[in-house]
Each structure stands twice: as C-alpha cells, then as structure tokens.
C-alpha cells in the first residue's frame, strides 16, 4: 500500500513474542509473558468488511488494524503486539515491499488468561 497519509501515524506499537519471564523482586517464573522485540510508529486502518474477509479467507471480528512503514521485523515470529496499552495477537501482515510503502496489520484481542 502506497497512499497512506504518514501524519496520521501518530501512536507507538511494540511487537513481541511471548516467553518466560523471571520477576526480579519474588523470583517468581512466569510463562507466557509479553516480551518486547521492538516498537514502531503506527497510524489506524479501516478495512470494509469484505477487505476483511477477502485478506484472511474467514468471518473473523478484528480488534485493531492498524498500518506501519513496512519492515522485515515484522514476521511470523513477533506474533503479539502492544497497542494502545493492549496485549493483541496479530492475525495478519499485509505486506508490500515497494519503496516507501506500508504494511497493513490485522489483530485480534489476546486471550485474557495471557498476563500483560
């Protein structure tokens, strides 16, 4: 995607991967834990429905899409993203590798047992 008005990218994602996590203070070993790989800029998407359904094959109620310069960072890896305070799961990547282009990001809302 080429035309997205860059002024708009005004809010900060941080992409990631869930791990182990050791707390410091209680020693305490927690598993599934967000850990931050690296943090973006980042502006809102719409999508009409049929984009929607069109882009992943399937009748999915997206939480946030969101759209970013495009970067080899984001990959099946970093699979989980924070976002205005809110742990989500990426579902997909729409990625267009031209110069100065975008990447269209689909998410849903984590699982609520998964610690933030």
């Not at 995607?1 to 990631?16: A, H, K, P």
């Amino acid at each position: 995607m080429l035309n997205y008005d860059i002024s708009r990218m005004r809010e900060r994602v941080t992409f990631g991967t869930l791990g182990t996590y050791l707390d410091p203070e209680t020693h305490q070993l927690f598993n599934n834990k967000f850990k931050p790989v690296f943090t973006v800029w980042c502006g809102p998407y719409t999508q009409t429905q049929s984009q929607i359904q069109t882009a992943l094959g399937l009748k999915i109620e997206l939480d946030a899409v969101i759209v970013i310069r495009h970067t080899k960072k984001v990959n099946s890896e970093n699979v989980f993203a924070k976002y205005r305070g809110k742990l989500y799961k990426v579902l997909s990547i729409n990625s267009d590798e031209r110069l100065n282009a975008f990447d269209i990001i689909s998410m849903v809302k984590a699982p609520k047992d998964l610690p933030e």
